[in-house]
């Protein structure tokens, strides 16, 4: 008999919707998913038709400071859900579910690392002590989390996505004249742009740093560059994820320098196209997916000297960047769609519900 699941996640992100579209054809379970918003103002996703399993849940959002606490209701009847999974902790809807709708249910958390708080964040956090396990997206979390919160199971399923077009691109032949450095996020500073354009402008002419997504910051940062820097820079706006693998199949060397990034799904992208990556340590899939001399290295966050020097040993070896290369490619296999499908199925294996 199939285990029925219900999870609850903020939006449809196309990157979770690959992984729900793994899990709904595994014959061990019946799946539902619900959405707390149909979409947000920081993630111009194009719209895609929902599968059979998915619902957008009716309600709206209140803005608080920066976050935004969606809310909805009626909230679906999951009476005949085994095992409900929230994706979610800032919102009302989870915080209700967690205190009071889910009594007598087994509920897992799943979630990235959350950042640390004052009183507000404790209590908003507590209800997880009671939760039946909380699935950590990577090593990262998992450590934090066992550590915050001992009494639930702990399992780390991280994000996985469909990288069949960034295995499908074509890589154009390169001369070893230029090297390419691509960064592909929201252009803010907790991605750690202004590292990465700081770092970059103390590099020779023939490095050159490929800018794709959100504006957001971009135009402040550039203009505190000298001219001859900036035109080595080309920024190709917001791209949607099916335009994503051409412009990495332009990159020699993939960065993600964030002061903070509880996961980042651009470092799995960055695999399945065979780039070397670059990442600091506080982005959470480095942790897993980054393996340092292997196919990249990590640096301390926030360190312009030390994102220099390994941008600056990327231009001096490009036999070690296709060596690199070709190690992410492989590493990719292991992270598609199937294989995060599997890690739940495991997870609820042990928790004794299959």
Known sequence: MSLEVAFFSVLPSPYQRDLFRALSRRAEVRLRVFYLEADAPDSPWPKRALEDYETIL?????HVGATRWPWNWPLPDISGSAV?????LMSFTAQWLMRFGLRGKPWIFWGEKLR???RIHSFLCAPLHRAAAIASVGTFAEMDYRERFPEPGHFSIPYHCDLDAFFAA???ARGGEETVFLFCGQMIARKGLDILLNAFQELGT??????????????ALLARLPAAVRDRITYAGFQPPEELPRFFAQANVF???????GWGVVVNQALGAGLPILCSDQVGAGRDLVRDGINGLRFR?????????AMAGCLESPKRLAEWGEASRRQALEWTPEAGAARWIAAWRDLGLL
């Open 116 to 118: 640390r708080g004052g």
């Open 301 to 309: 966050a926030g360190n312009v000297l030390a994102l220099k020097e």
């Open 84 to 88: 409900v999974v929230l994706n979610s």
């Open 255 to 261: 960065v993600l320098p964030s002061r903070y990034d």
């Open 170 to 172: 074509p890589r154009p």
């Open 58 to 62: 009716p309600g709206g959002r209140l």
């Open 206 to 219: 023939n490095a050159r740093l490929l800018l794709v997504g959100r504006e957001a910051e971009l135009p």
